[in-house]
């Protein structure tokens, strides 16, 4: 897709899932692409250029950015697509308030400051594509899950926001809204789900692939591909949409 060929972008969340296979999906189509995670680990196994950094911190956005541009450029494409999940959630009367806040942080909180970060270059040169990822769950609440849909949610207002201001400039801001995709993330959420049910994790599985019409959950390379069409130049005409990638699923 040439419509990514040479640019730099910068990828939160891409040592594993949806993460790494858009990075990995970029990098094959000739983006110049960083990756950022806190796990070094899993960074360096995607072989492609990496920054570790805490990205529930104003100092580990700074720090992504900054990494980013000394070494591969002006930033002209934000993949926003870290995130903490819901597993560890309760009913919100039971909602211990730290984890709303470890939430927001993380999930709201470095979007907004990695999106100011690199907005002024993108302004400057008057081109830019950004892509949060958000979830089904930021239309629909999921039960006992108050901050991550919550965080869901308010990432779609962001998005929305960055579309208005930046729209003027050649920017492109846009959601993709996944429903179940087995990642690593979502199989601590089926596991706990097992748990608190009594049942397996596979059985959950199971189940959540019933609410689609395929019968099968998504995959990361699917969520990848729309995430990976939103970041090329041809793509100028969307912006301020929020995509789902749940197959046809209406819930």
Not at 189 to 204: K, L, Y
Request: glycine fraction near 10%.
């Amino acid at each position: 897709m040439a419509g990514v060929e040479g640019r730099v972008a910068l990828i939160t969340g891409a040592g594993r899932g949806i993460g790494r296979a858009t990075a990995e999906t970029l990098a094959a189509r000739g983006a110049r692409v960083m990756c950022v995670a806190r796990s070094e680990q899993e960074l360096a196994d995607t072989g492609l250029d990496y920054a570790v950094a805490d990205l529930g911190t104003v100092a580990g956005c700074e720090k992504a950015v900054a990494e980013a541009e000394e070494r591969l450029g002006s930033i002209e494409i934000l993949i926003c697509n870290h995130g903490l999940g819901s597993a560890h959630e309760r009913v919100i009367w039971e909602q211990d308030p730290g984890v709303w806040d470890e939430m927001m942080r993380i999930n709201l909180d470095g979007p907004y400051h990695l999106s100011r970060l690199v907005l002024p270059q993108m302004v400057e040169r008057r081109y830019g594509r950004i892509v949060y990822t958000s979830s089904t769950a930021g239309l629909v609440a999921e039960y006992a899950g108050s901050a991550y849909s919550s965080s869901k949610h308010g990432l779609l207002g962001l998005m929305r926001s960055v579309a208005q201001d930046a729209g003027p400039f050649g920017i492109t801001s846009n959601a993709v809204l996944p429903g179940w995709v087995r990642t690593e993330m979502a199989d601590r959420s089926a596991q706990a789900e097992a748990s608190d049910r009594g049942t397996t994790m596979e059985h959950v599985w199971e189940e959540r692939a019933a609410l689609y019409p395929p019968e099968r959950v998504a995959t990361p390379q699917e969520v990848a591909e729309m995430i990976a069409f939103l970041a090329t130049e041809e793509s100028s005409g969307v912006s301020g949409e929020a995509i789902r990638v749940a197959l046809g699923s209406v819930s």
